[in-house]
């Protein structure tokens, strides 16, 4: 189309076409941008022109002119881009973000999950899952929680130690550092770890730390103890115990190497830190003191 334009305007400068058919074969806009180019070149005298010349020069200013003009977004473009982001939002916020519950030191929280299975999240941990849940029921475990699993679709744990995976039970998981911990209080679970499965019933329990895996069955219980404010070991290496610890009361804590793999059998309180120092430390013949900045120092 611009071709032809420049051919026209060639031709009307020639005196080949008239004005009126020059209106015929142009918008009113470029008839008016040749006028005005016409009458711009009828205030100089020129002398043997050279067209050639001239006419690159016309066809600079036609260039400039269409460069100039400023493009304009209707409203009705803008509504769409508005809406497009809102949709977009929507999507991501349904399907896509995640919901997020951490715990601090010494506190635990429950959480109704949208099946109505509940979560109690013990100290220093954190729960995510998506919000689409309620179809694809699988959340993500850092720390230690008690499941009481409505029945239903599977219902996958996944930790950064292994996965558990149920149809309808309560269990217990603990996954922190290289510790990963899981027992049955009700029904059947299904724990993988590095590819093998083991499946627990009621009473069952597995743990692996260090390289280690071990097994044991208990049935005098419907709930962990953390749930009423008590920590309870069986023979767990005495530094995953002094991180429980740790995670209740928010202090630091230093000890002996040649320690940290005696294992503990035993419980401590949640509400009373010298009570709780005084049964991990003297079944074990340990000491313990405290320094001016409040650090637990613990000692043979």
Same mark, same amino acid.
């Given at each position: 189309?611009?071709?032809?334009?420049?051919?026209?305007?060639?031709?009307?400068?020639?005196?080949?076409?008239?004005?009126?058919?020059?209106?015929?074969?142009?918008?009113?806009?470029?008839?008016?941008?040749?006028?005005?180019?016409?009458?711009?070149?009828?205030?100089?005298?020129?002398?043997?022109?050279?067209?050639?010349?001239?006419?690159? &020069?016309?066809?600079?200013?036609?260039?400039?002119?269409?460069?100039?003009?400023?493009?304009?977004?209707?409203?009705?473009?803008? &509504?769409?881009?508005?809406?497009?982001?809102?949709?977009?939002?929507?999507?991501?916020?349904?399907?896509?973000?995640?919901?997020?519950?951490?715990?601090?030191?010494?506190?635990?929280?429950?959480?109704?999950?949208?099946?109505?299975?509940?979560?109690?999240?013990?100290?220093?941990?954190?729960?995510?899952?998506?919000?689409?849940?309620?179809?694809?029921?699988?959340?993500?475990?850092?720390?230690?929680?008690?499941?009481?699993?409505?029945?239903?679709?599977?219902?996958?744990?996944?930790?950064?130690?292994?996965?558990?995976?149920?149809?309808?039970?309560?269990?217990?998981?603990?996954?922190?550092?290289?510790?990963?911990?899981?027992?049955?209080?009700?029904?059947?679970?299904?724990?993988?770890?590095?590819?093998?499965?083991?499946?627990?019933?009621?009473?069952?329990?597995?743990?692996?730390?260090?390289?280690?895996?071990?097994?044991?069955?208990?049935?005098?219980?419907?709930?962990?103890?953390?749930?009423?404010?008590?920590?309870?070991?069986?023979?767990?290496?005495?530094?995953?115990?002094?991180?429980?610890?740790?995670?209740?009361?928010?202090?630091?804590?230093?000890?002996?190497?040649?320690?940290?793999?005696?294992?503990?059998?035993?419980?401590?309180?949640?509400?009373?830190?010298?009570?709780?120092?005084?049964?991990?430390?003297?079944?074990?013949?340990?000491?313990?003191?405290?320094?001016?900045?409040?650090?637990?120092?613990?000692?043979?």
């Amino acid at each position: 189309m611009e071709e032809r334009n420049e051919t026209y305007l060639s031709d009307w400068l020639a005196n080949k076409i008239t004005d009126e058919q020059l209106k015929q074969l142009v918008s009113a806009d470029d008839f008016a941008a040749f006028q005005q180019i016409k009458n711009t070149l009828n205030d100089f005298e020129i002398s043997n022109p050279d067209l050639e010349q001239n006419f690159s &020069a016309i066809q600079q200013k036609l260039v400039d002119k269409k460069q100039a003009k400023t493009k304009v977004i209707p409203l009705w473009r803008y &509504a769409s881009i508005a809406a497009c982001l809102l949709v977009m939002f929507g999507i991501y916020h349904f399907f896509i973000a995640q919901n997020k519950i951490a715990t601090d030191f010494g506190n635990t929280e429950i959480i109704t999950l949208a099946d109505n299975s509940k979560v109690s999240l013990n100290a220093k941990s954190i729960l995510t899952y998506c919000n689409t849940f309620e179809y694809n029921r699988t959340l993500q475990l850092d720390g230690e929680a008690f499941f009481e699993v409505e029945k239903g679709s599977a219902f996958t744990v996944e930790t950064s130690l292994g996965d558990i995976k149920v149809l309808g039970t309560k269990f217990n998981v603990i996954a922190f550092q290289d510790f990963f911990e899981v027992k049955c209080y009700e029904g059947k679970v299904q724990v993988t770890q590095k590819g093998k499965s083991t499946i627990l019933t009621h009473g069952e329990s597995v743990r692996f730390y260090n390289g280690i895996s071990e097994n044991w069955a208990e049935l005098n219980s419907e709930k962990p103890s953390w749930i009423s404010g008590e920590s309870s070991f069986k023979n767990v290496p005495m530094r995953y115990v002094i991180e429980q610890f740790k995670n209740q009361y928010n202090v630091a804590v230093e000890y002996p190497n040649t320690i940290e793999n005696i294992k503990f059998t035993g419980t401590f309180t949640h509400n009373e830190p010298t009570v709780a120092l005084q049964t991990i430390c003297l079944p074990l013949h340990l000491k313990f003191s405290k320094d001016s900045t409040g650090k637990i120092i613990i000692s043979e």
